[in-house]
């Protein structure tokens, strides 16, 4: 398996080769079986899909849904880029979208330029089983304080990358990460999965390139919660990769500043994705 930058007009190695052992090593002994069967079903579809990519069936989104039925129902809290990306990927593939912002009439209007989703009021509990918290890092804990218990038996994903300004750093503390912050505001009863964060707004908005579907690396502790945003990630035409229990955000927010470093240094622009190569 190779971690590898695809662009949309070809792939080129980043050369950080993940052996299959590597993914089943873990402190908890009791999850080391789970991990392995992840693992297993991960390759197995990329197989699947492999297959039909050489058989020239190109990917279609899998629905689990009985017709006009919505796949997820997805609450989206923010309404800038990625709020939007977000949204109409997910219109798109058949959820249903709840936007909510602070500013009551901006998101009336996003909703509206959208198409399809409805509005919901800030602070007031969320329609959707799944909450996307769309807000930059600096303002994420506080969103989730300001719910409360309204977020009760959600499952919250959470999108940020928390970079210090001089994009050179992380500014959550050592040993913790975003997604683990941002649990520690969630009530009990709520399941944090980080998600998205190695995606760009552009690349989001764009979909799948050239029928190959991007990489969407997901972790979090709660595997229930972690299937229900596989749903919803494959019902927007992307693969989920599940990368681990929820402390693995942190390598997921350190490939955020990855990919700052590459648009900074080599690719030169934003219309890139990191995925996973399996190679055999
Ligand atoms: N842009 C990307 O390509 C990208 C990729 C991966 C991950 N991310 C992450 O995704 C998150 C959103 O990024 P973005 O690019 O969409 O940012 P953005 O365009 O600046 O939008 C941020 C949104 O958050 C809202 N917001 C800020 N503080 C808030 C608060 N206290 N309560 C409610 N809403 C609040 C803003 O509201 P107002 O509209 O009222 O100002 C705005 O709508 C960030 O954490 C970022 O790190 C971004």
Known sequence: ????????????????????????????????????????RVIRRHRRHNRQQRSGRAWRPIQHQKAGTPISSVSIIGLGNMASALAGRA??????????????????????ALGGATVGTAGIAPAG?????????ASAAAVVGEYGDALHGKVIIDITNPVSPDFKGLVTPDGSSAAQEIAKAAPAGSHVVKAFNT???????????????????????????????????????????????????????????????????SVKHTNFSLGVSILS
């Open 1 to 40: 398996m190779t971690f590898s930058i695809g662009t949309r007009w070809g792939r080129s190695e980043l050369g950080i080769g993940i052996r299959h052992r590597d993914l089943v090593a873990g402190p908890e002994p009791e999850s080391a079986h789970h991990e392995l069967s992840q693992a297993r």
């Open 91 to 112: 219109l798109a593939g058949g959820n249903a979208v709840e936007i909510i912002g602070r500013d009551p009439a901006k998101a009336k209007e996003v909703a509206a």
């Open 129 to 137: 089983d799944i909450v996307v918290l769309a807000v930059p890092y």
């Open 199 to 265: 995606l760009y707004s552009n690349v989001l908005a764009a979909g799948p390139a050239d029928g190959r579907r991007l990489d969407v690396f997901i972790a979090g502790d709660d595997a229930q919660a972690k299937r229900r945003v596989s749903a919803f990630i494959e019902s927007l035409g992307l693969r989920p990769m599940d990368t681990g229990q929820l402390p693995m955000a942190r390598t997921l927010e350190n490939a955020g500043l990855l990919m700052l470093g590459l648009v900074a240094h």
